[in-house]
């Protein structure tokens, strides 16, 4: 009897873009649990839209390029488009206005480049900075934490207040929507309090906004995932996360009345899902690894100066872009040598 | 070589200055947030053509090549100046709107890149018209990109068209119930994004027409005849 042999090598590797980008979505789900629960049904409901919306959109461009449709929508990257987007947005955005963002998300910013492998800028970033450039009100009307909220939303309401049926009789947006701890902190900044000051207002946790820290901390567990999974690596995460922290301990040891303590901005906003999700997405980072540090710090260094210096209270979509710009100069200067080929003396 | 009827379709169409050679993109992304700008800032700019390419076709014996393109410059930036004057004098609204880009029209490259390439080839009269035309070609990008910004952006349609059609046209404005847009269109990428539009229709619309020039012997070929 005889036994086929197999020459090396002996493992295999069934990593596709399928099971990487199902990795992805399994490593979101702790964090959008914590989102709904902290705030509600629109996160799920967005989900459900934006997703819709993109393979829709995918499915439609594909087939006005003459490609085949089903392997492209079944790798999945369409919908991690999509759930990364729902979870920017908020809540109860219009419907048409998550539709026409995952449009543009994939028509233009995916497809017209040429699909997933040659869009230089992350789609789901580059849609939803579209929506807050052209329609600043509604891309900020935040809904505090349930524990803060005097009016709660069940599912029917807030799918009603999503398909523009208005709002419930007798709730105002003013009465249903809260400042984000971020805009909170800079408006409140800007009138010249101070941070012990401010931190008195019941909307605050330990070191970020209440509920919004646990929705961070659960994404982070989403990353470590990511990482244990080997799906991304620790240079962008940490060079980010890194770059903000030494940045915000800085200016927080010279006046720390002033600013935020470090744990703040990086509890805050979108700095978890950014550094695990968002800038590490392998179609628009840097592909060396000396560049992906250098890519990571330099959108740790815009977050924190676009959050404190510049017109926006949170900055990981524009860090992101104008970082996804770069991306390229970075790599072509990044190349690490060749095994036996001299080190290059002197400048660029 | 060069008919007439040539050198109005290659200004309009065929060699579109804004959609086919990309020049001027300056003041063309900067001043089309609407229809109006994108007008007013379109005849200027065929009026200084129109002008430029006659004079230097006039002078285009006298002028030694080695210094050819100081005097076009020269010639332009005079013509520029006396329509910048005027445009103050009786548009001074509109003036102010369209500010930096009125004088900036010297350097559009569309203006020297047409004295060098045309005027300075031929006689008074084609390039007087080429002139014309490349400015209207211009224009007409200008204004359509403006307008589709305008529509986009903020739901309206020929708004302030006082500023250039005198009191009169208060109510032209053409204004979308309901509509209040997506501010994007009115913002730099808009401009970006809808030029990029505007060029992909050109050249869909270009691929067709050539399709059908190619079928269209074939359709001659066959015999017109229908028995019974």
């Keep these: 009897m005889q036994f086929s042999t197999y020459s090396s090598p002996h493992t295999g590797h069934s990593e596709n873009v399928t099971r990487v980008m199902a990795q992805v979505l399994l490593a979101m789900i702790p964090g959008i649990i914590a989102m709904t629960w902290y705030f509600g049904w629109g996160i799920v409901i967005n989900i459900f839209i934006a997703s819709v919306a993109a393979i829709s959109a995918e499915a439609f461009i594909l087939k006005l390029r003459k490609r085949a449709i089903t392997p492209v929508i079944m790798d999945l990257s369409a919908v991690v488009t999509a759930v990364l987007f729902a979870v920017s947005i908020p809540p109860l955005l219009p419907w048409w206005l998550t539709v026409g963002g995952m449009l543009f998300a994939i028509i233009v910013v995916k497809q017209l480049y040429g699909g997933l ?14 929506l807050l450039v052209s329609y600043p009100s509604e891309m900020t009307n935040w809904l505090p934490p349930r524990h803060l909220s005097t009016h709660s ?37 800007d009138m010249g309090k101070m941070i012990s000051e401010i931190r008195h207002s019941p909307m605050w946790g330990d070191y970020g906004g209440l509920g919004t820290e646990w929705v961070a901390n659960w994404f982070l567990l989403g990353g470590l995932f990511l990482l244990w999974r080997r799906i991304i690596t620790w240079h962008i995460p940490v060079s980010m996360i890194g770059a903000i922290l030494i940045m915000a301990t800085a200016w927080w040891l010279a006046e720390p009345e002033a600013n935020p303590f470090p744990a703040f901005h990086l509890f805050s906003g979108g700095v978890i ?29 815009l977050v924190y100066s676009i959050r404190s210096w510049g017109g926006y209270p949170d900055a990981v979509a524009f860090a992101v872009l104008l970082m996804n710009m ?8 990044t190349q690490p040598r060749i095994y036996g080929e001299q080190e290059k003396k002197g400048g660029i | 070589m060069n008919s007439y009827r040539e050198i109005i379709s290659n200004g309009l169409w065929g060699n579109n200055q804004a959609l086919v050679a990309l020049l001027g993109l300056c003041p063309l992304l900067a001043v089309s947030n609407t229809a109006i700008n994108g007008l007013g800032l379109g005849l200027a700019t065929t009026l200084v053509l129109l002008l430029s390419n006659t004079s230097v076709s006039l002078i285009r014996h006298v002028v030694r090549p080695e210094v050819r393109l100081p005097v076009f410059v020269l010639v332009i930036a005079s013509f520029v100046t006396a329509v910048e004057l005027s445009m103050k004098a009786y548009f001074f609204d509109l003036y ?33 018209v080429d002139g014309l035309a490349i400015g209207i070609g211009f224009t007409l990008v200008l204004f359509v990109l403006g307008a589709s910004r305008e529509l986009i952006g903020q739901g309206t349609l020929l708004s302030q068209a006082h500023l250039m059609f005198g009191e009169a046209a208060r109510d032209w404005t ?55």
Aim: glycine share 10%; proline share 7%.
């Design chain 1, 117 to 130: 492998g040659f869009n230089p800028f992350n789609p789901a970033m580059a849609a939803y900075v579209l």
């Design chain 1, 153 to 189: 939303l069940d599912f029917l309401a807030t799918l009603g207040i999503i398909f523009g049926n208005g709002l419930p009789q007798g709730l105002s947006w003013d009465a249903l929507t809260m400042a984000t701890p971020l805009d909170e902190m800079r408006t409140q900044l």
């Design chain 1, 273 to 301: 899902v950014g550094a695990f999700f968002i800038a590490t997405d392998p179609v628009t980072t840097v592909t060396t690894k000396k560049g992906q540090l250098i890519f990571g710090a330099l959108i740790g260094v």
């Design chain 1, 326 to 333: 770069a991306a390229p100069t970075i790599g072509y200067y």
């Design chain 2, 96 to 128: 102010k709107i369209l500010g930096i880009f009125i004088p900036l029209i010297v350097t559009n490259c569309a203006i020297i890149g047409r004295a060098e390439a045309f005027a300075s080839k031929n006689n008074p009269a084609k390039a007087a």
């Design chain 2, 174 to 228: 053409i204004q979308i119930e309901g509509f209040k847009g997506a501010l994007l269109a009115i913002l730099p990428p808009g401009a970006f994004l809808g030029l990029g539009s505007i060029i992909a229709l050109k050249n869909v619309i270009d691929h067709w027409q050539q399709k059908q020039t190619a079928k269209e012997p074939v359709v001659e070929a066959t015999p017109q005849e229908s028995p019974g």
